[in-house]
């Protein structure tokens, strides 16, 4: 009987998260039209001389966009969502949010299913970012800098788990989106033959 309360729980803080994406869209939006422009702008600079300068491709403008819509509900839930001065305090012992309490296991499971768009978006739309390394170390980076930024303005306990778990949670999505990767290679492959 608890565990479905518990999904119940998580399933809910996943819904209330939703209100965010009105603006979380109009971000996307707005991000998508001003790259398109300066990348078409820098196409054309360099294919003066060509006839036809190719337009970003529309893959590339969903994926940044999602991208985008992605980054401004992060930023809103761990951030914006919260009154500056609302929550401190520093926790650097590993695992200190895992317990025998329901909540700070929620937050954990949370923290986890947080990056794991991370994973999966930012290695699709920036293919820099295609080495697991790479990708895990860009999630460790922004987990890094957002606990920075939660201690800094008092919007959220800095803490070490969420780092841990935010990482491990890029890194889930990362390798999904092998996965997802490797199915799609593959069936574009065999629709060739």
Known sequence: MAIPLYLTTIEQD???TFRYLPHAVAVGVGFVTVAAAWKNRQM???QKRLEHAHAVPGTQLLLW???AVYFAMMLSITLFSREPGSRT???VKLFETWGNQRLPDRYFVENILLFLPFGV??????????????????AFSTSMMLETVQLLTERGYCQLDDVVTNTFGAAVGY??????RHIWKKRKSSAFL
Do not use: E, N, Q
């Open 44 to 46: 054309i600079k360099k």
């Open 89 to 91: 305090g520093v926790d």
């Open 65 to 67: 966009f999602l991208v």
């Open 175 to 180: 390798l999904l989106f092998v996965l997802l």
């Open 121 to 138: 978006l930012l290695p699709a739309a920036v293919p820099s970012l295609r080495k697991g390394w790479c990708c895990v170390y860009a």
């Open 14 to 16: 996943i819904f209330d």
